[in-house]
């Protein structure tokens, strides 16, 4: 491939102009289809480097014009441009396009027969932009979208991209709070005192969040250590609002805390990170329907 090629010559040279593109083909082009082409592939060279590590490799600004916080502008861009897209990704499969927006996290815009998504639910999705907590705590999309912890990501990007988003806060029903702490916290991009600071920094300056005391707030923890982890004071700032969480009990090593962050009537339990790629190849390699498999597993 000789973008590889080209790659293993000048990486960040690649990065940049795939950067640079994507953005022409956003902001003057105004094209989500075709940036999302560009940006897919940048996404996929950078997903294994570090933001601090992109960003030393950029000279901070000086050597390449490119950064980890405005490859993440240009992501969030495209995501929220592609809201009412559904006539398929750039991508094509064997099948032909895959329906659903630009990066794949809507199959379809309905949550039953005839009746679509953006008439369900209204979610407004906070722009990581306009708080100086939030860019270090949702920095690094590209990075920890693909790995264990990936879900928070995956989450931000699908209500970024839903046709439910809204950009009234008057007509939202529930408000999206991205950041990515469980993947920072596992690769130790900072500490969980300085995650629980930027959390108590963040929460008072978070616009709508005293309307009802935060519990139409949505909060995305991807880890076993729950909220405690990355949020160890949650309890006097946050007790109310809703977690979306993978893990509901004590899987965490806080001896000190005899309480799951989880609370039944309140939150919900999802999935860790898996793609559809990767359910697509389970399912083809286990070569039964689920009906005919008489057993159930489970790997804790």
């Not at 902001?27 to 560009?38: K, Q, T, V």
Request: hydrophobic residues 40%; proline residues 6%.
């Amino acid at each position: 491939d000789k973008l590889d090629d080209e790659s293993n010559r000048c990486f960040m040279g690649v990065v940049t102009a795939l950067y640079l593109i994507a953005r022409v083909r956003i902001e003057r082009d105004r094209s989500e289809d075709g940036a999302a082409y560009f940006f897919k592939t940048l996404d996929q060279y950078i997903s294994s480097l570090h933001p601090s590590k992109l960003d030393e490799a950029a000279g901070n600004g000086t050597w390449w014009p490119v950064s980890e916080r405005n490859i993440g502008i240009v992501r969030r861009m495209i995501l929220r441009k592609s809201a009412n897209s559904t006539k398929g990704t750039s991508i094509r499969q064997s099948s032909g396009k895959v329906p659903g927006n630009v990066f794949q996290v809507l199959p379809q815009d309905e949550v039953e027969s005839g009746v679509p998504l953006s008439s369900s639910l209204r979610v407004y999705v906070y722009d990581v932009e306009d708080f100086a907590p939030l860019r270090l705590l949702a920095s690094g999309s590209s990075f920890c979208r693909d790995n264990q912890w990936g879900f928070e990501v995956m989450l931000h990007d699908w209500f970024l991209a839903c046709p439910c988003r809204t950009d009234d806060p008057q007509e939202a029903d529930f408000f999206f709070v991205p950041h990515y702490t469980a993947c920072h916290l596992n690769v130790e991009t900072f500490t969980e005192d300085e995650s629980r600071a930027l959390f108590e920094s963040l929460v008072p300056q978070l616009h709508y969040f005293k309307r009802t005391g935060g519990r139409d707030h949505i909060f995305v923890w991807g880890s076993g250590m729950g909220a405690d982890g990355p949020f160890r004071s949650w309890r006097s700032f946050v007790p109310e609002s809703v977690f979306l969480m993978a893990e509901t009990e004590l899987w965490n090593p806080f001896p000190e805390i005899t309480v799951p962050s989880y609370t039944p009537w309140k939150d919900v339990v999802l999935p860790g990170r898996l793609s559809l790629q990767e359910l697509h190849s389970s399912h083809n390699a286990s070569g039964l329907a689920f009906a005919d498999r008489p057993f159930l597993a489970e790997f804790v």
